[in-house]
């Protein structure tokens, strides 16, 4: 690491573009939580600039192709039936279309995250999204002696994913600030579960209407061409840390390992990775599992013939896709009014919301596993509540990682995140429902009802789980109160010397320190 230029008193010196060196020993809430504060205390100014229109499209382009990023990943959850029928494989077979997708997706990541930070991140994304568009389309094409070609595009398919969900969080970080960026990342990270329900109606829709489950997966790639073209030329490459620094942004002053030793240290930040890890083995196990749960429970309960071919009743599919998407946005946007109302007056508010919402979905999601064998009605109901618990936590969960780390290791700690959480959460909870139920099958009758009583038990460790991650957000939320009144004292300090904050304590590593000259 080059050496830093002394700080030169306000002065002596024009406006910085400041550079981060190795920030690896500083007390946690110090300089991350500064940039933080000086964004509120920015909000408050009345002559702070508004980001330009441009920004706002920016953000638009990127919830589309975030909205299309959701939709493949889930077309494959809502034709699984006619594919285990085409393939002729069972549960745990099925489930490794989305573990390998997620394997891949899991262990690009943290390349992308590396790249994210220290090169241009439209070009990385663009490249990705390249990637995801060819394999995408060529997974439509596949025959049935192919499953396994279709695993290995799947897999392809997670390196455009895996650029495109580590990056484009960070870029709308460095285009606003404070509550502004709040509601940007809301409206973002809605699409979420609107992309993942509008996968579940497209691919059940498609295929009823064209009767072969192949046209579903060509939808999205067709769509992601304007998704690529907007990409190109309305997404800009802002400056790392930008909107905290009025346009002059971050420069990069640590390795690879010094981010990651700085993360680690980071205790809101691992607790609320170990939440939303256990998110996502919720999630993803339910996401992929419930409309196939759904299917075989009206069967068990005579309501509909068993699929015999490959063109399967989509009924659940459509239905789970629609709750989906309105759970998705209520909750979305309740958890975000939630956390601006109650942020002043709570600062450890945001992890207390995901903590209620996982707490709270548990038993609802419990009771709508156990009451498909009377009242499918029922279970939609339940259904209802416990996604609409679990949306609370989607744009909540991906502001809290923007204001504890600094702009210039995000992509690196967005990396981490992804991988940590696909690693134990959605790349084998699926598999492991899988395989749960085809054991649980074995002592069972080969029946109907056999197949969905095995399903369903093997469902019950999802909410488990779920609970879980309720607990590592409460933990998490001791630490960010006691971090935030840190840092504000801290970052008082310094706008009042006209610096930024410098190190408090004795520290084993280097201090962060302002510089004139750009690495």
């Given at each position: 690491?080059?050496?830093?230029?002394?700080?030169?008193s306000p002065q002596e010196r024009p406006i910085p573009r400041w550079s981060l060196a190795s920030g690896a020993g500083l007390p946690y809430g110090s300089l991350v939580e500064s940039l933080s504060s000086l964004t509120q205390l920015e909000e408050e100014t009345p002559a702070t600039p508004r980001p330009p229109?441009?920004?706002?499209?920016?953000?638009?382009?990127?919830?589309?192709?975030?909205?299309?990023?959701?939709?493949?990943?889930?077309?494959?959850?809502?034709?699984?039936?006619?594919?285990?029928?085409?393939?002729?494989?069972?549960?745990?077979?099925?489930?490794?279309?989305?573990?390998?997708?997620?394997?891949?997706?899991?262990?690009?990541?943290?390349?992308?995250?590396?790249?994210?930070?220290?090169?241009?991140?439209?070009?990385?994304?663009?490249?990705?999204?390249?990637?995801?568009?060819?394999?995408?389309?060529?997974?439509?094409?596949?025959?049935?002696?192919?499953?396994?070609?279709?695993?290995?595009?799947?897999?392809?398919?997670?390196?455009?994913?895996?650029?495109?969900?580590?990056?484009?969080?960070?870029?709308?970080g460095d285009l606003f600030t404070g509550t502004r960026r709040s509601a940007m990342i809301c409206v973002f990270y809605i699409f979420i579960p609107i992309g993942s329900g509008l996968g579940y109606i497209t691919g059940a829709g498609v295929?009823?209407?064209?009767?072969?489950?192949?046209?579903?997966?060509?939808?999205?790639?067709?769509?992601?061409?304007?998704?690529?073209?907007?990409?190109?030329?309305?997404?800009?490459?802002?400056?790392?840390?930008?909107?905290?620094?009025?346009?002059?942004?971050?420069?990069?002053?640590?390795?690879?390992?010094?981010?990651?030793?700085?993360?680690?240290?980071?205790?809101?930040?691992?607790?609320?990775?170990?939440?939303?890890?256990?998110?996502?083995?919720?999630?993803?196990?339910?996401?992929?599992?419930?409309?196939?749960?759904?299917?075989?429970?009206?069967?068990?309960?005579?309501?509909?013939?068993?699929?015999?071919?490959?063109?399967?009743?989509?009924?659940?599919?459509?239905?789970?896709?629609?709750?989906?998407?309105?759970?998705?946005?209520?909750?979305?946007?309740?958890?975000?009014?939630?956390?601006?109302?109650?942020?002043?007056?709570?600062?450890?508010?945001?992890?207390?919301?995901?903590?209620?919402?996982?707490?709270?979905?548990?038993?609802?999601?419990?009771?709508?596993?156990?009451?498909?064998?009377?009242?499918?009605?029922?279970?939609?109901?339940?259904?209802?509540?416990?996604?609409?618990?679990?949306?609370?936590?989607?744009?909540?969960?991906?502001?809290?990682?923007?204001?504890?780390?600094?702009?210039?290791?995000?992509?690196?700690?967005?990396?981490?995140?992804?991988?940590?959480?696909?690693?134990?959460?959605?790349?084998?909870?699926?598999?492991?429902?899988?395989?749960?139920?085809?054991?649980?099958?074995?002592?069972?009758?080969?029946?109907?009802?056999?197949?969905?009583?095995?399903?369903?038990?093997?469902?019950?460790?999802?909410?488990?789980?779920?609970?879980?991650?309720?607990?590592?957000?409460?933990?998490?939320?001791?630490?960010?109160?006691?971090?935030?009144?840190?840092?504000?004292?801290?970052?008082?300090?310094?706008?009042?010397?006209?610096?930024?904050?410098?190190?408090?304590?004795?520290?084993?590593?280097?201090?962060?320190?302002?510089?004139?000259?750009?690495?």
């Amino acid at each position: 690491m080059e050496p830093m230029s002394p700080v030169r008193s306000p002065q002596e010196r024009p406006i910085p573009r400041w550079s981060l060196a190795s920030g690896a020993g500083l007390p946690y809430g110090s300089l991350v939580e500064s940039l933080s504060s000086l964004t509120q205390l920015e909000e408050e100014t009345p002559a702070t600039p508004r980001p330009p229109p441009r920004s706002y499209v920016a953000v638009a382009v990127l919830c589309y192709v975030n909205l299309l990023n959701y939709m493949e990943r889930y077309t494959i959850a809502g034709v699984l039936l006619n594919i285990q029928k085409f393939f002729v494989i069972k549960n745990s077979t099925a489930a490794l279309l989305q573990t390998v997708f997620i394997c891949s997706f899991l262990l690009l990541a943290p390349l992308f995250g590396y790249l994210g930070d220290r090169y241009n991140r439209k070009y990385i994304m663009i490249g990705g999204l390249t990637v995801w568009l060819v394999t995408s389309a060529s997974s439509s094409f596949v025959t049935e002696s192919q499953f396994w070609l279709l695993m290995l595009l799947r897999g392809l398919v997670g390196v455009g994913e895996a650029s495109y969900s580590t990056i484009s969080p960070t870029i709308i970080g460095d285009l606003f600030t404070g509550t502004r960026r709040s509601a940007m990342i809301c409206v973002f990270y809605i699409f979420i579960p609107i992309g993942s329900g509008l996968g579940y109606i497209t691919g059940a829709g498609v295929t009823a209407l064209t009767g072969d489950w192949h046209w579903a997966l060509r939808i999205t790639p067709i769509l992601g061409v304007v998704g690529l073209v907007l990409l190109v030329f309305l997404v800009p490459n802002p400056a790392r840390g930008a909107a905290e620094t009025q346009g002059e942004g971050l420069t990069v002053r640590s390795s690879y390992l010094e981010d990651v030793k700085y993360l680690l240290k980071n205790k809101s930040y691992v607790l609320s990775s170990m939440g939303v890890t256990a998110t996502a083995f919720l999630t993803g196990a339910m996401a992929f599992w419930t409309p196939t749960f759904l299917s075989t429970a009206r069967v068990a309960q005579g309501q509909t013939p068993p699929c015999n071919d490959e063109h399967c009743d989509s009924t659940d599919s459509l239905i789970f896709g629609a709750l989906t998407v309105v759970t998705g946005i209520m909750g979305g946007c309740l958890g975000s009014v939630i956390s601006r109302l109650l942020r002043e007056k709570v600062p450890n508010v945001d992890p207390i919301i995901c903590a209620v919402g996982l707490l709270g979905s548990t038993p609802c999601l419990l009771v709508a596993i156990f009451v498909a064998s009377a009242s499918i009605t029922a279970t939609y109901v339940f259904i209802f509540f416990g996604q609409l618990l679990i949306a609370l936590n989607w744009a909540v969960m991906a502001d809290i990682l923007l204001y504890v780390v600094v702009p210039t290791r995000r992509s690196t700690a967005e990396a981490l995140q992804i991988s940590v959480c696909h690693l134990l959460g959605d790349a084998g909870s699926p598999y492991l429902v899988g395989v749960i139920s085809e054991a649980i099958n074995k002592s069972a009758p080969a029946s109907a009802v056999g197949r969905f009583y095995s399903l369903q038990y093997s469902l019950v460790v999802c909410p488990c789980v779920g609970l879980l991650g309720g607990l590592f957000f409460l933990l998490a939320a001791l630490y960010i109160t006691e971090d935030s009144k840190a840092a504000r004292r801290l970052v008082e300090g310094s706008l009042n010397e006209g610096a930024p904050p410098q190190q408090q304590g004795p520290s084993s590593d280097p201090p962060v320190e302002a510089s004139d000259t750009e690495k």
